[in-house]
């Protein structure tokens, strides 16, 4: 399924940490191959440190609509799909999630 995991986990994939309008991308762990609203809920929850996804291996989820996203698709600023916006300050942390 298309499930993004979290603390405090809202509708949208708004986390504890990361809960602004427009919060809502889950990040795919390469190695669980699951998507989290964010690195420090993904270290968490598992019992491993998150790792950064092949950006063609759709490492991003829009929590909207659910749609799943190359790194090309992710990295105009809103989803391909339903046109939501993406919080741009999460480029500081792509070097955490993409690869
Ligand atoms: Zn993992
Ligand atoms: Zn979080
Ligand atoms: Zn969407």
């Known amino acids: 399924m298309n499930e993004i995991y979290g ?8 986390c504890y940490h990361y809960h602004q309008q427009n919060d809502i ?16 809920c993904h270290d968490n929850l598992r019992d491993h440190s998150f790792v950064s996804c092949d950006k063609n291996d759709y490492p991003a989820i829009c929590g909207k609509c659910r749609k799943k996203m190359t790194f090309d698709d992710y990295k105009n600023g809103y989803c ?13 942390h792509w070097d955490i999630y993409f690869k």
């Open 7 to 14: 603390i405090e986990i809202d509708t949208d994939g708004r």
């Open 25 to 40: 991308v889950g990040l795919k762990c390469q190695r669980c191959n699951e998507y989290f609203a964010c690195y420090k």
């Open 80 to 92: 391909p799909s339903c046109h939501a916006g993406f919080n741009p300050n999460c480029h500081l």
